[in-house]
């Protein structure tokens, strides 16, 4: 039995898939971030699973892809949790940005984006994936991403500079006491999940012309930190992967233009076609 995963900070796509290739089922669980859970997070986010305890031992092979996944250490931290739940797997872990390029199902070059909870890029030269930067994660990296916007609206609201009618609508969707903030903030696990919650206000109201001055304004930085970093962005297709860049595909679009940059397409959910593209070479 295989088990495929793409899981970001916020949520976990699973699929089990027999010797044949067959879906067994699918499931959703808590992100499994290593970079940001520790350890028995992580664990008791998987057990608690009814349906991955019960196959827990039936597991022949796990292909992981995830967030905060970029080094060695962090695959390594994640294999020593799996090895202790599924005991009888072969485990092999890829940065979520690997799971982006076999989701997109090409053999063509591409500049692969992601912009989810948390963002990354890479260059995909049709055969092998190439990354410049190595992501610090949320509080120093990951423009234009939920997260990113999260923590640029509660900056602007606790500033006094989002609009009066858009910060009484942001009140009334939000639990806003200082307290509440600054416990998820600095005590509770995921910040960054928390943080992405309040980015979902954006594409909610992107209509508003603040709304769409944050939006763009942190495209344009992402673009410029990430895309433009490779030569070959002039050239090639520009693919997104996740909820951020699904939400906001006009303003992706729009944005790209500005740059003379060429959009490819977007893809919500890498599981299906990491499925697909599994049970390919069984």
Not at 92 to 103: G, L, M, P, R, Y
Request: neutral net charge; charged residues 25%.
């Amino acid at each position: 039995m295989i088990l495929i995963a793409d899981s970001g900070s916020t949520k976990t796509n699973w699929i089990a898939m027999g010797e044949n290739g067959e879906t067994l089922f699918k499931i959703n669980t808590k992100g499994l971030n290593p970079a940001v859970l520790p350890k028995k997070t992580i664990y008791n986010r998987i057990v608690k699973s009814k349906e991955l305890n019960d196959i827990r031992k039936k597991i022949d092979k796990i292909f992981f892809y995830g967030a905060g996944c970029g080094t060695q250490t962090a695959k390594n931290y994640l294999i020593e949790v799996f090895e202790d739940i599924f005991s009888n797997a072969d485990t092999e872990i890829f940065e979520d940005t690997i799971a982006a390029v076999k989701s997109l199902r090409t053999t063509e070059p591409g500049i692969v984006c992601i912009l989810g909870t948390g963002s990354n890029c890479s260059y995909f030269d049709g055969k092998e994936t190439h990354q410049k930067v190595v992501s610090l994660g949320y509080i120093i990296m990951d423009d234009a991403s939920g997260n990113q916007y999260g923590r640029q609206l509660l900056r602007d609201y606790y500033f006094h500079k989002m609009p009066k009618e858009l910060a009484d609508k942001f009140e009334k969707s939000y639990d806003l006491n200082p307290d509440i903030v600054k416990e998820h903030l600095y005590k509770k696990e995921n910040p960054n999940t928390y943080l992405a919650k309040f980015g979902r206000f954006l594409a909610e109201n992107k209509n508003n012309d603040y709304a769409q001055n944050v939006i763009k304004t942190g495209l344009r930085t992402f673009v410029e930190n990430q895309i433009l970093q490779f030569d070959e962005s002039a050239d090639i297709p520009i693919y997104f992967v996740g909820s951020i860049a699904h939400f906001l595909s006009e303003e992706v679009k729009e944005v790209l233009s500005e740059y003379n940059l060429k959009f490819g397409k977007i893809v919500r959910h890498p599981i299906i076609s990491l499925a697909k593209y599994h049970s390919e070479s069984i």
